[in-house]
């Protein structure tokens, strides 16, 4: 009789935790799949904030993205989606009574091989936060932070890179990591990705580098502004927007704030960093097909 | 006596199952093949971005006409002395922690071709 109820018991305790597992499958990056691999692109941003419906309500005024719902343990995650294809994710996650936390996007970065690169960023300083684990449909990956202390995330897409296009406006058109001793942080992630490292010409006294691979531009990588009395090294993530200007008084006008106000960068566009309600940072970029020259390709 | 004590060990099994079962479901974190999500982290509260300057430039430079330049990949020439005349001088001559790109080589731009196209 014991041995029946203990294997009725363990029978829906294995059922029960399929179904559970079951019901939160990120999307597939790539649809349809393909082997495209592009080490050290950054292909997928994740928000994390204590608040998911007042987020989804102003992101998808802001960038007309949509969003489906699925379930993540305690919390719910949604996945953002652009003309139908997943860009992003939002998670909620509680802020235990009395803390204050910054709610962030949670940067990726492309790799083959998640333990690899695991083990070499460890090897220079880095941090496991969350160990690497797999997904249904997306693939492995695993949350770090760099010798600085900076958040992100390697993953390893089993759909494939996302093909390199010029981002449309509402998608992520770049990232840029500000940090301490830029310079430090630029061989880190050298040698996690392999990227080319350009120094930019500068006047302002600080470092600014470009990481790239492929022939294409992934990323920068800049020393904290010098007016910044509470730094933390972080990375940013940047939308494109047709006018950075205008998106950024809809921010204001929908509960978010602007950190940076609008202003010239080296493209000759208009940049801003903005933050949403939540307080969760994250860049305007105004990007003109038509000055986009000659592809290398 | 013997049923009352099974019955009794099968309950309290039961409980230890499902008070397992209930604690993946509510921490859902860190555990290879949980139920939750490992993606989301809260930083630090607080920083600011201070005054971005002038020169404080983030993004990166429109595409070049040195595609050829770019294809050309290999990893030998990536040397301190190769790249500093392309990264402008770096802290009067001080040797980055970065392999620089060669000397010849301008900072490739990101992608521009649409998608569809």
Redesign the interface.
């Known amino acids: 009789?014991?041995r029946r109820?203990?294997i009725s018991?363990?029978v829906f305790?294995g059922c029960?935790?399929m179904a559970?597992?079951a019901?939160?499958e990120?999307p597939a990056l790539n649809t349809p799949p393909s082997t495209e691999h592009h080490q050290g692109k950054i292909v997928w941003a994740?928000?994390?904030t204590p608040d998911l419906a007042a987020a989804e309500k102003f992101y998808g005024a802001l960038f007309g993205w949509t969003f489906h719902r699925i379930r993540?343990?305690?919390?719910d995650?949604a996945v953002a989606m652009l003309d139908g294809r997943p860009i992003g994710?939002m998670?909620e996650?509680p802020?235990p009574a009395g803390e204050?936390?910054?709610?962030?996007w949670?940067t990726f970065m492309a790799v083959g091989d998640v333990e690899g690169v695991k083990r070499a960023a460890t090897a220079h300083g880095a941090k496991v936060?969350?160990?690497s684990?797999?997904?249904p449909m997306r693939g492995r990956?695993c949350?770090l932070s760099d010798p600085e202390g900076a958040?992100f995330?390697i993953l390893a897409s089993s759909s494939g890179d996302s093909?390199?296009?010029?981002?449309?406006s509402g998608e992520w058109?770049?990232s840029?990591l500000?940090a301490k001793?830029a310079?430090?942080e630029?061989?880190f992630y050298?040698e996690l990705f392999g990227y080319?490292?350009?120094?930019?010409?500068?006047?302002?006294?600080?470092?600014?580098?470009?990481l790239?691979n492929d022939?294409?531009?992934r990323a920068?990588a800049?020393s904290?502004?010098?007016?910044?009395?509470?730094?933390?090294p972080?990375w940013?993530n940047?939308v494109r927007v047709d006018h950075t200007a205008e998106t950024a008084s809809k921010v204001i006008a929908m509960g978010g704030r602007v950190?940076?106000e609008p202003?010239v960068?080296?493209?000759?566009?208009m940049?801003a960093?903005v933050a949403d309600p939540a307080g969760a940072?994250f860049?305007l970029?105004e990007?003109t097909?038509s000055?986009?020259?000659?592809?290398?390709? | 006596m013997s049923?009352l004590r099974?019955r009794m060990?099968?309950t309290a099994?039961?409980a230890v199952?499902?008070t397992m079962?209930f604690a993946?479901?509510?921490?859902?974190?860190?555990v290879?093949?949980?139920?939750?999500?490992?993606?989301?982290?809260?930083?630090?509260?607080?920083?600011?971005?201070?005054?971005?300057?002038?020169?404080?430039?983030?993004?990166?430079?429109?595409?070049?006409?040195?595609?050829d330049d770019?294809?050309d990949?290999g990893r030998d020439g990536?040397d301190a002395r190769g790249?500093q005349d392309?990264?402008?001088g770096?802290g009067g001559g001080r040797a980055?922690?970065?392999?620089?790109?060669p000397a010849g080589?301008?900072?490739?731009?990101?992608?521009?071709?649409?998608?569809g196209r």
Request: net charge negative; aromatic share 10%; with cysteine.
């Open positions: 009789m014991l109820i203990l018991v363990l305790a029960t935790s559970g597992a019901d939160f990120l994740d928000l994390v993540a343990g305690s919390s995650y994710g998670m996650k802020i204050r936390r910054q709610s962030a949670l936060l969350a160990d684990r797999s997904y990956q949350v958040v995330a093909p390199d296009y010029l981002p449309v058109i770049w840029s500000h001793d310079g430090a630029a061989a050298q080319d490292v350009f120094e930019l010409p500068s006047d302002d006294g600080s470092e600014h580098l470009i790239s022939n294409y531009a920068s800049n904290l502004a010098s007016g910044s009395t509470r730094r933390h972080h940013l940047f950190l940076v202003r960068d080296r493209h000759g566009g940049v960093v940072p860049g970029m990007w097909d000055d986009t020259k000659v592809e290398p390709k | 049923t099974s060990s099968a099994l039961a199952t499902l079962l993946c479901e509510v921490t859902g974190v860190g290879e093949g949980s139920v939750g999500y490992d993606g989301g982290y809260y930083e630090p509260y607080g920083y600011d971005y201070g005054g971005w300057g002038g020169g404080y430039l983030v993004g990166p430079g429109r595409c070049c006409d040195h595609g770019h294809r990949r990536h790249g392309a990264r402008g770096h980055p922690a970065y392999r620089p790109a080589r301008s900072a490739p731009s990101i992608p521009g071709r649409s998608r």
